[in-house]
């Protein structure tokens, strides 16, 4: 690659989070010149973003981790089987000061424009600090869930008490005590939220629109022992990630849903339920996620362990998921969440009964009440997927704008490169099998495929890759193709790109963002076209 010292770095990495650090370990080891930068005020990525209360992994913590270094993996303490942010933020901060990664890395520089120059074959980059960098290749590691979304609720401007979005809570400690609480949102994020803040506030409104399936984490401490034990293990952990479709150590039931009797499904169930982490999800049966009337089976099973749950049968019934099946939207994890409303303090506002009129100096106004806070809490989600990518400029061959190219949804090859966008890559991109696996374990193969390709093209002499078209018209039918089968393609969720507060995104219109095909079939695939030398990619 003769043209690198025209430019100011052979790769620039935007991102600071689980791929960021990982991939600007790969490229400097090998030598490249290569920087990261990030908005925010240091590393970390979702890790430093998101700190409300209750934070925490529901992917168990030491399949969490990275895998490259034995050494890492020996020194490293996971306190808990579901880590907390603080906990989560030490390690990333453990990992950039040990492979002394810190020196590459710069904050506060957010990247506001890339325009590709073909001329010059490079990223020209304006960066948020007033600066204009060019590179060679150009790489984001953005973030899946990294573009927060405001409700488009009117008069949310004009409160006067505090109020933020989850990935926004502020870094200084915030005192709940007494105080007058709303969460609006019960997604994942609302769940761990509303059960960590329950016990301390005055009172709790929580704003609910649609409910969402949800079954206990089991989350615990992790002694010396049992981590000496882990240890031992990481080898074989680390293999079944790497076999099983979601990348955790939860294998599928292999038992058919109907070869079984109810009474045997029943039984499955029930020691799922008692089960830690994602269990309950990704060690049923594999027709939950397939066919309607077993979902809709092991849904009326969950729903009872609801209505056991909660003492007003009112409430327990608001509580219950009725417009989708148990699975087909990602299970939030909680830990005595339907309890938080058997407290005396804590209120259920249905609003898709009453819905919320407007955000009010004091307080929120439904259709039916008005309602007084001292803080209003925001866990309203995300712009997923391509939202990061959609709030950047990114201008490829010809003038053609990514925001344009993916206006009804992403077409990419491998979710890692794009055609019209030569030396883009995306580790984690959308419709690659990080996006739809336990992260880190999907980011580390993202990271390593293009380290790969960037290593390949040094080799070879190769300056510039583009992508056929061919090839990715290939890849987004085979990713269309992957959700027939599956019932998540009629949910308002994320996978599907939904968000009633981003324009085009409100209604019903499927986006194939992420790969269901099982992270092992998309590596196999990603694996077989390295090897072959990058079919689907041409080279100058
Ligand atoms: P989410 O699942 O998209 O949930 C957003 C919530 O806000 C939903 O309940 C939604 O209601 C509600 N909402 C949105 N706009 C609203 C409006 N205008 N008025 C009223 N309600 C509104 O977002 P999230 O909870 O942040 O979770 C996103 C993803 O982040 C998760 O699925 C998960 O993958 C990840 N996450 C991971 C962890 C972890 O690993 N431990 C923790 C938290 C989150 P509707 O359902 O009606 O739209």
Redesign the pocket.
């Known amino acids: 690659m003769g043209t690198t010292t025209a430019v100011d770095y052979d790769v620039v990495i935007i991102g600071a989070g689980v791929a960021g650090i990982y991939q600007v370990k790969r490229l400097t080891d090998l030598g490249m010149r290569a920087v990261v930068l990030d908005s925010a005020g240091d590393l970390g990525g979702t890790w430093y973003w ?1 700190r409300y209360p209750g ?5 168990e913590s030491y399949t969490y981790g990275y895998s490259f270094s034995k050494e890492l993996l020996d020194e490293w303490h996971w306190v808990e089987r ?1 880590s907390p942010q603080p906990e989560n933020l030490k390690y990333l901060n453990h990992v950039a000061d040990k492979f002394d990664l810190r020196k590459h890395m710069q904050f506060n520089a957010r990247l506001d424009h890339a325009t590709w120059d073909d001329a010059a074959g490079a990223w020209q980059l304006e960066v948020s600090d007033g600066r204009t960098i060019t590179s060679q290749f150009l790489i984001l590691a953005l973030g899946l ?1 990294s573009a927060p ?1 405001m ?3 009117p008069g949310v401007e004009d409160f006067k008490g505090q109020s933020w979005h ?1 990935f926004f809570w502020p870094h200084e400690p915030v005192d709940l005590a007494g105080k007058r609480v709303a969460v ?9 939220c509303i059960a960590a803040i329950a016990p301390e506030v005055g009172t709790l409104h929580v ?4 409910p ?1 399936w949800s079954s206990p984490l089991h989350n615990g401490p992790i002694s010396a022992e049992e981590m000496d034990e882990i240890r031992s293990r990481y080898d074989e952990i680390f293999e079944t990630c790497a076999r099983t479709p979601g990348g955790f150590e939860h294998e599928p039931d292999r038992r058919g849903f109907y070869e079984v009797t109810p009474e045997e499904r029943i039984e499955l169930w029930e020691q799922l339920y008692q089960q830690p982490g994602f269990a309950i999800w990704l060690r049923n049966f594999r027709e939950i996620f397939t066919d309607e009337a077993a979902n809709a089976e092991f849904s009326a099973w969950v729903a009872d362990r609801i209505r056991e749950r909660v003492e007003d049968p009112v409430i327990a019934e608001k509580l219950i998921p009725k417009d989708h099946g148990f699975g087909v ?2 299970v ?2 909680e830990t005595n969440y339907f309890e938080v409303y058997n407290q005396p303090n804590v209120r259920l506002v249905d ?2 009964e009453t819905p ?1 009129e407007r955000v009010t100096e004091t307080g929120v106004q439904t259709s039916a009440e008005h309602f007084e806070f001292d803080v209003i809490v925001y ?4 712009d ?1 997927i391509t939202g990061a990518f959609d709030r950047v400029d990114i201008t490829g061959v010809g003038g053609q704008s990514l925001r344009d190219k993916w206006a009804d949804g992403p077409e990419t090859f491998l979710g890692m490169a794009v055609n019209g966008f030569p030396n883009l890559l995306m580790p984690s991109g959308p419709q690659s099998g990080s996006a739809s696996t336990n992260f880190p374990r999907g980011i580390e193969k993202g990271v390593e495929w293009v380290t790969g390709l960037i290593s390949y093209m040094k080799e070879h002499d190769h300056e510039r890759f583009d992508v056929d078209r061919d090839a990715e018209v290939d890849w987004a039918e085979h990713v269309k193709a992957m959700y027939a089968t599956m019932l998540m393609r009629k949910a ?3 996978f599907t790109g ?4 981003v324009d085009g995104h409100e209604e019903g219109k499927v986006r194939y963002l992420v790969y269901n095909g099982g992270a092992p079939k998309f590596f196999r695939r990603a694996e077989r076209i390295a090897e072959s030398g990058y079919h689907g990619l041409t080279f100058d």
């Open positions: 998101n934070c925490r992994f529901d992917s579901y869930l979304t409700p488009r609720i989850t609006v949102g019960t997604g994942a994020t609302g769940i761990q704003f609910q629109r649609r969402n939207q990602r939030p994890m609003i898709s919320i866990a309203t989600g995300f997923a308002k969720s994320w939904y968000n009633s507060n």
